[in-house]
């Protein structure tokens, strides 16, 4: 039956590609929140939605990648998913015990309209959320940007939670690798390391999705930013970011509210651009290159 609808004759393919999945914010709100340490990302929306984007980045990685939902039904479509959202976070930190819970919305829940940060005001006020454990959020409607967007506003929301700014200066340097694979953010590191810099590499997914075949399962692997480092954020000397898309909304975040100064770049992909990166991060710092 499939023979009789194949052209026999070959015709030159014209698409660079063909039905592309489509990349929307929320799964790239999830790979940042898999950045941070001990940190669970939950996306606000259908079980649909969840189980796309970590089936998608399990598949990439290679890596069993873990995230909850507020299992939206008609009810949740029609009324709002507040219920939902109180009742994932109780059970998510009693279960799965996480530092951090990343919340991330969908298309269902923004056009809704549910206001996240009242509902995270309301699980504290119910006890939910124990002590020295935190919950995050950040806006990704499906329908405005891509994958890259969603990473861009996951991160900012970890400057407006996190970053505090105390007055004693830190001798260090705020990098925001951008949208790259988990060996990039490995690299950056080693670069500041022979540079004798010390940095902040957020979000850092080096050590979670690429972490070695040992046969034991962990929920939390071993990387990711932590707590104490977001916090130092806001009184590091500057902010490097690369990708003015997927790295600036962050760095002109911190800006704003700690006025610690950003580099917004390109990629280091290349000489030039890699030339621009290691020069920017020694001036920044106040070294040489050795």
Known sequence: MLLRHTPKEIKEREALTVNPAKTCQPIGAMYAALGIHNCLPQSHGSQGCCA??????????????????????????????????????????TIYKPDVIAVHTTCLSETIGDDIPQIVAKAKEEGKIPDGKYVIHCNTPSYVGSHVTGFANMTRGMVNYFSEK???????????????????????????????????????????????????????????????????????????????????????????????????????????????FINTLRIAAGVNVP
């Open 52 to 93: 796309y984007h970590r089936s998608t980045l399990t598949r990439h990685y290679k890596e069993p990648v873990m995230a909850a939902t507020s299992s939206f039904t008609e009810g949740s479509s029609v009324f709002g998913g507040q219920a939902n959202l109180l009742e994932a976070i109780g059970n998510i930190f």
């Open 166 to 276: 105390t007055g004693v200066g830190k001798n260090q340097i705020n990098v925001i690798p951008g949208w790259v694979e988990p060996a990039d953010m490995r690299e950056i590191k080693r670069l500041a390391k022979e540079l004798g810099i010390k940095i902040v590499l957020f979000p850092d997914t080096s050590d979670v999705l690429d972490t070695p075949q040992t046969g034991k399962y962990r929920m939390f692997p071993k990387g990711g930013v932590t707590i104490p480092e977001l916090k130092s954020t806001g009184d590091s000397k500057a902010t490097v970011a690369l990708g003015a898309l997927a790295s600036g909304p962050a760095a002109e975040a911190l800006d704003s509210k700690c006025k610690v100064k950003c580099h917004i770049l390109d990629l280091p992909i290349g000489l030039q651009a890699t030339d621009n």
